[in-house]
């Protein structure tokens, strides 16, 4: 029995829910989850929740009993998306219902902590609403909706929710594949005046440490090679360590390096002003820690980073990615931009683009500036006219393209380690993962699949590169 059995479950609750799982008709679970990855996290641990309740996966809307859509609020984009999804899954309510079937819809996710029972208004095909401090009541909220409608479940209880989640499979871990989630933190205190992260995820929390390294051996025993501890402000972890402080996460990621079988770890998403020294030092001292880093700056303008709150200015931002790459070299740095906050003049767009020459970054996401409802910027009066702010992602995306091309064919020649995740898109073909998150295709057995091996970087596509699986590796040992 793994670790997390131990720590989430006591041996009645496993025995009820094995007999559910038993004696429940099997049923159908479509999830879909739009966002970031902690939501791709959340959906997995949904149906991890729900298999024991007799509930199997499907990848098709049409022939699920129970729909979820783990939902994502960040930008107006994403909300609206879920709306116009849910248009979508009404019709197939309707039609399976005209061949006598029954489906229940559930939004999970942001959208439903932050919108509730105001969801049944614009959609009514919708039977519960739930939030993401509160899905490990979903097999619960399932068997009240069969009698009930208008279901809404959006506290931030006092218990964690990790108390109450079912660990996965065996085999459901190897479906997954090589490389999984696994959430340490969640919520944020920061209140950067864009977000609305701290509204709908809560305050900040940790988890504690021997329950990530419990679940973290659960997922290696099943064949997971890398992990990627994730946090809406993940390096503000400071998870309770059983001797009665609390570990930071260079201390988590010390304690999860020493799984056997454990290959590689990454983390995100982190703020500048929490990469502490410990951290830092980690990128050096820990091989398994990836010299990969998403460290969004949101902006290059110290007038503008004042403005959203980030309590730092532009050269802090280029001082710690100097100290970082002192500490790891070969580090390769992503962010996310902001572009058209409230009061942007063409100045402050110009330093953004200044600090993107001056730090290179190897990826990056960036964003026009999306008003958020009960967030500061949304009552800000200088809003920045929709075309400037088209114009400027434009120009900001053409430089950071540009870049990661640039980091993509320098990669060229060389020789690095690529963990392999899948089969490739040709026979013959695998597909893995550079430490520096780019995808590799090489030709190659599938028994390579969960290894990481030394590859030749022949050529570097737009999206991927091309690698030979160096003749070294067959006499290499690969750790087990
Ligand atoms: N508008 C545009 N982008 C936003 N982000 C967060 N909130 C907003 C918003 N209101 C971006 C930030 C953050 C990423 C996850 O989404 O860049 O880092
Ligand atoms: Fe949102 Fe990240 Fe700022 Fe927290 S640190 S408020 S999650 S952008």
Redesign the pocket.
């Known amino acids: 029995m793994s670790g997390l059995n131990d720590l989430h479950e006591g041996p009645g609750v496993l025995t009820e829910a094995a007999h559910r799982a038993e004696s429940a008709p099997r049923r159908r679970l479509f999830i879909q989850s739009f966002g970031c990855q902690m939501n791709v996290y959340d959906a997995q641990r949904m149906a991890d929740l729900l298999a024991p309740e007799g509930y199997a996966e499907t990848s098709q809307a049409e022939d699920a009993d129970v729909i979820v859509l783990n939902t994502c609020h960040i930008r107006e984009r994403a909300a609206e998306k879920i709306f116009s999804e849910l248009g979508k899954l009404r019709a197939v309510k309707s039609e399976r219902a005209a061949s006598g079937r029954d489906t229940k819809i559930v939004v999970a996710g942001c959208v439903a902590q932050a919108e509730g029972g105001e969801i049944f208004r614009r959609q009514k095909a919708v039977d519960a609403v739930v939030g993401p401090q509160s899905y490990h009541r979903l097999p619960e909220l399932l068997r009240r909706a069969e009698t009930e409608r208008g279901l809404v479940e959006t506290e931030f209880p006092a218990q964690d929710k990790f108390d109450f989640l079912v660990p996965p499979t065996p085999e459901q871990v190897r479906k997954r594949g090589v490389s999984a989630f696994v959430t340490v933190q969640e919520g ?1 205190d ?3 005046s864009f ?1 609305v ?2 509204y709908t995820r809560g305050a900040e929390s940790s988890r504690p440490v021997a329950e990530i390294v419990a679940e973290v051996k659960t997922l290696v025993s099943a064949g997971v090679r890398e992990v990627t501890l994730l946090g ?2 993940v390096n503000a972890y400071h998870g309770a360590n059983g001797a009665g402080g609390a570990a930071s996460l260079a201390e988590l990621c010390a304690r999860i390096a020493a799984t056997p079988g454990l290959a590689r770890i990454r983390y995100t ?1 982190s ?1 500048p002003n929490d990469m502490s020294a410990d951290l830092i030092a980690a990128h050096r001292d820990e091989a398994a820690l990836m010299p990969f880093l998403h460290l ?1 700056v949101q902006a290059g303008s110290d007038r503008i980073l004042a403005a959203m709150n980030r309590k730092h200015k532009s050269a802090d931002y280029v001082a710690l990615v100097a100290e970082i790459r002192a500490a790891r070299p070969d580090i390769a740095l992503s962010s996310d931009f902001i572009v058209g906050f409230p009061g942007e003049t063409e100045a402050d767009f110009e330093a953004t683009l200044d600090l993107v020459e001056r730090v290179g970054f190897a990826s990056a996401f960036s964003f026009k500036y999306s008003p958020r409802l009960g967030t500061p910027g949304s009552d800000l009066e200088n809003q920045v006219e929709e075309s400037v702010k088209s114009t400027r992602l434009s120009r900001l995306q053409a430089l950071l393209e540009a870049q990661r091309q640039a980091f993509n064919h320098a990669l060229v020649g060389s020789v690095v380690e690529v963990l392999f995740e899948k089969p490739g898109r040709h026979p013959g073909q695998i597909a893995g993962k550079t430490p520096y998150m780019q995808a590799v295709h090489a030709e190659g057995s599938a028994d390579l699949i969960g290894e990481t091996c030394p590859v030749e970087i022949v050529a570097a596509g737009s999206n991927s590169l091309f690698g030979r699986v160096a003749p070294s590796r067959a006499a290499r040992e690969v750790p087990i």
């Open positions: 944020c920061k209140f950067c977000c992260v701290p809406q402000n998403t703020h969004p």
